[in-house]
């Protein structure tokens, strides 16, 4: 008798109409096989699949170009199909399932003529955790199967797992002739199903990532009671050696990454890894608060990542275990065949592709490599991975971190004054928009919890659902919202940020060990600057207030923006928070 699995594989089978089914077993060999296949075989692009990179510079590493219209997620085409329009919120684009199924299905008959439907099996979490999820991807592009080898755990075990049942997430990809016009990302949460077509690019065909483990996924957590969240998942040691785990939100594109990746310039201090963009977080069974990180990769902004920057990655990357590593439209040095990128921190190459594949000229402008250029690299490369990486029950968090850029009115680092005021800041969070998503780049927009492309329900909701799950709590982390990206009246960047980041955590720390006093202002709790330890930067106390500064003009501007967005959620928008705002208001005239 057929499996759920095996009958639903069929039923894709006969709709996409592949010469040929393959089931892929996550292992070794088969990586190494359909990476060899791909570097015969050109992409619907004219390019290779995966072009083999120097293997004593960047062992195990291929490169991958896609096409030029496909560099980034694509928000306006990105639906979540529920008949309740109305559960979906103002901040989705919604569509009808039944509509959204007509549109898709003439759209995925027979795209798959002439080629493989790879299967891939896997789970988002540790097999053994209670908040891992089996799910099943069908897909028609080997990149994207390599890619999910590095991100999530792919195994043939995932089909022992799901037995007959029929309790699996079901993702249905297919490159189709990228046209953007024919490009559809469309969530079924009622069904734990997404069906994407168009584009081969991470957040729009890594299936696992944000379209399972953030929008369907925040379905489930709100049914379940808990949170699936766009986090990275930080372990911060002390001198004393003890552990402090903070969880931090931050748009795409703003430093999850490198914050997760931290190299501490404090003496003593030690980042340890265990996650850098989602982390699901549920209320264990002793009143904590509990997070698991369900990916098991890293697909990271390639510009800027260099050994100054982000020296454990750089590791990663050349570190070569038999996971592959991926560079997905970085430039490509071609005297040397390796990946390179603006910001590496090495010398532009005197000879090279761009990320379009055009010889590039390093006397001209344009960028080499595109500025939303990825790498894809397994956790396991990590130098300084958690050793509760693989720990089924995750780890217990202490504060949770919200971040954002802005330019300016939004200090460097603020304390929540508890949960529910936390999660107002959270609510009110605005950032400028970043090459991760198409779409005009540095205008300012409300991006509650970094989530606003990723919660896949009624935002209204969403924030009830938070302070719901506080009151679940014994003993609520504290809420902190961050913004490394303060400018000065020149335009540059008064914070160093990187590895000096450890010293906002630091405090983070000395606050939850009640160490150090606060400033209570209109938004928050501030630091006091000589509670901060800025030994050994080169930082005048002058840049240092304007960095922490709440100047009331600014700030009664930006109460009136976040009026204006958090009005659109009608009856939705909880009384505690519209108290909240009520408050800010007030304080600050
Ligand atoms: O495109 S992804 O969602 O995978 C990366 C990002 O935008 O955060
Ligand atoms: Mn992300």
């Given at each position: 008798?057929?499996?759920?699995?095996?009958?639903?594989?069929?039923?894709?089978?006969?709709?996409?109409?592949?010469?040929?089914?393959?089931?892929?077993?996550?292992?070794?060999?088969?990586?190494?096989?359909?990476?060899?296949?791909?570097?015969?075989?050109?992409?619907?692009?004219?390019?290779?699949?995966?072009?083999?990179?120097?293997?004593?510079?960047?062992?195990?590493?291929?490169?991958?170009?896609?096409?030029?219209?496909?560099?980034?997620?694509?928000?306006?085409?990105?639906?979540?199909?529920?008949?309740?329009?109305?559960?979906?919120?103002?901040?989705?684009?919604?569509?009808?399932?039944?509509?959204?199924?007509?549109?898709?299905?003439?759209?995925?008959?027979?795209?798959?003529?002439?080629?493989?439907?790879?299967?891939?099996?896997?789970?988002?979490?540790?097999?053994?955790?209670?908040?891992?999820?089996?799910?099943?991807?069908?897909?028609?592009?080997?990149?994207?199967?390599?890619?999910?080898?590095?991100?999530?755990?792919?195994?043939?075990?995932?089909?022992?797992?799901?037995?007959?049942?029929?309790?699996?997430?079901?993702?249905?990809?297919?490159?189709?002739?990228?046209?953007?016009?024919?490009?559809?990302?469309?969530?079924?949460?009622?069904?734990?199903?997404?069906?994407?077509?168009?584009?081969?690019?991470?957040?729009?065909?890594?299936?696992?990532?944000?379209?399972?483990?953030?929008?369907?996924?925040?379905?489930?957590?709100?049914?379940?009671?808990?949170?699936?969240?766009?986090?990275?998942?930080?372990?911060?040691?002390?001198?004393?050696?003890?552990?402090?785990?903070?969880?931090?939100?931050?748009?795409?594109?703003?430093?999850?990454?490198?914050?997760?990746?931290?190299?501490?310039?404090?003496?003593?201090?030690?980042?340890?890894?265990?996650?850098?963009?989602?982390?699901?977080?549920?209320?264990?069974?002793?009143?904590?608060?509990?997070?698991?990180?369900?990916?098991?990769?890293?697909?990271?902004?390639?510009?800027?990542?260099?050994?100054?920057?982000?020296?454990?990655?750089?590791?990663?990357?050349?570190?070569?275990?038999?996971?592959?590593?991926?560079?997905?439209?970085?430039?490509?040095?071609?005297?040397?065949?390796?990946?390179?990128?603006?910001?590496?921190?090495?010398?532009?190459?005197?000879?090279?592709?761009?990320?379009?594949?055009?010889?590039?000229?390093?006397?001209?402008?344009?960028?080499?490599?595109?500025?939303?250029?990825?790498?894809?690299?397994?956790?396991?490369?990590?130098?300084?991975?958690?050793?509760?990486?693989?720990?089924?029950?995750?780890?217990?968090?202490?504060?949770?971190?919200?971040?954002?850029?802005?330019?300016?009115?939004?200090?460097?680092?603020?304390?929540?004054?508890?949960?529910?005021?936390?999660?107002?800041?959270?609510?009110?969070?605005?950032?400028?928009?970043?090459?991760?998503?198409?779409?005009?780049?540095?205008?300012?927009?409300?991006?509650?919890?970094?989530?606003?492309?990723?919660?896949?329900?009624?935002?209204?909701d969403y924030f009830a659902h938070w302070l719901q799950v506080g009151k679940n709590i014994k003993k609520a982390p504290k809420i902190y919202s961050v913004n490394w990206f303060r400018l000065d009246d020149e335009g540059k960047f008064i914070w160093p940020?990187?590895?000096?980041?450890?010293?906002?955590?630091?405090?983070?720390?000395?606050?939850?060990?009640?160490?150090?006093?606060?400033?209570?202002?209109?938004?928050?709790?501030?630091?006091?600057?000589?509670?901060?330890?800025?030994?050994?930067?080169?930082?005048?106390?002058?840049?240092?207030?304007?960095?922490?500064?709440?100047?009331?003009?600014?700030?009664?501007?930006?109460?009136?923006?976040?009026?204006?967005?958090?009005?659109?959620?009608?009856?939705?928008?909880?009384?505690?928070?519209?108290?909240?705002?009520?408050?800010?208001?007030?304080?600050?005239?």
């Amino acid at each position: 008798m057929a499996t759920a699995v095996e009958k639903w594989v069929e039923e894709m089978a006969q709709l996409c109409k592949p010469d040929k089914i393959y089931w892929c077993d996550g292992s070794e060999e088969e990586a190494h096989r359909l990476i060899e296949i791909g570097m015969t075989q050109e992409n619907i692009n004219g390019n290779p699949i995966f072009t083999k990179l120097d293997q004593k510079e960047w062992p195990n590493s291929y490169y991958h170009r896609s096409h030029p219209s496909d560099v980034a997620r694509t928000e306006h085409l990105t639906f979540i199909c529920r008949k309740d329009k109305e559960s979906i919120g103002p901040t989705n684009n919604w569509m009808d399932p039944d509509e959204a199924k007509r549109k898709l299905e003439p759209l995925f008959d027979g795209c798959m003529k002439g080629r493989t439907m790879y299967v891939m099996p896997y789970m988002m979490g540790h097999p053994d955790s209670p908040y891992a999820k089996a799910c099943v991807q069908i897909t028609d592009i080997s990149y994207v199967v390599i890619s999910m080898r590095i991100m999530t755990r792919m195994s043939k075990s995932v089909l022992d797992k799901i037995g007959n049942s029929d309790n699996f997430v079901r993702g249905v990809h297919s490159i189709g002739n990228l046209d953007p016009e024919n490009r559809y990302i469309m969530h079924f949460p009622d069904e734990n199903l997404v069906w994407s077509i168009g584009s081969g690019y991470g957040g729009n065909a890594l299936l696992g990532k944000k379209c399972f483990s953030l929008r369907i996924a925040s379905w489930l957590g709100l049914k379940e009671g808990w949170l699936a969240e766009h986090m990275a998942l930080i372990g911060v040691e002390d001198p004393q050696g003890k552990i402090t785990y903070m969880a931090v939100a931050m748009p795409s594109a703003c430093g999850k990454t490198n914050l997760a990746m931290l190299e501490s310039t404090l003496p003593g201090y030690k980042v340890w890894t265990l996650g850098d963009d989602i982390a699901w977080l549920n209320v264990g069974d002793d009143g904590q608060l509990y997070a698991i990180n369900p990916e098991a990769g890293y697909f990271g902004v390639a510009p800027g990542t260099s050994m100054k920057t982000n020296g454990n990655m750089l590791k990663a990357l050349k570190k070569g275990t038999f996971f592959p590593t991926l560079f997905t439209n970085t430039a490509l040095d071609t005297d040397k065949n390796e990946p390179w990128w603006e910001g590496l921190g090495t010398p532009a190459p005197a000879h090279a592709l761009d990320w379009q594949g055009n010889e590039w000229d390093p006397s001209k402008t344009s960028k080499a490599a595109h500025a939303n250029s990825r790498f894809t690299v397994s956790a396991q490369h990590t130098t300084n991975l958690a050793k509760e990486y693989s720990d089924p029950k995750g780890v217990p968090i202490s504060a949770i971190i919200l971040g954002g850029r802005r330019a300016n009115t939004v200090p460097l680092l603020v304390e929540a004054f508890n949960w529910q005021h936390g999660v107002f800041i959270g609510a009110r969070s605005g950032s400028e928009t970043t090459a991760a998503a198409i779409g005009q780049e540095g205008v300012i927009r409300r991006d509650p919890m970094a989530m606003i492309p990723f919660c896949g329900y009624n935002m209204g909701d969403y924030f009830a659902h938070w302070l719901q799950v506080g009151k679940n709590i014994k003993k609520a982390p504290k809420i902190y919202s961050v913004n490394w990206f303060r400018l000065d009246d020149e335009g540059k960047f008064i914070w160093p940020g990187f590895g000096d980041n450890i010293r906002v955590l630091k405090w983070i720390i000395d606050r939850i060990n009640g160490k150090v006093g606060a400033k209570e202002t209109p938004i928050g709790l501030l630091p006091n600057l000589n509670e901060l330890s800025l030994e050994g930067l080169d930082i005048s106390s002058a840049r240092m207030e304007k960095l922490l500064e709440v100047n009331p003009s600014e700030w009664v501007k930006e109460a009136a923006d976040i009026e204006a967005f958090l009005t659109q959620f009608g009856a939705k928008l909880p009384e505690a928070l519209a108290q909240e705002l009520k408050s800010l208001k007030a304080n600050l005239s």
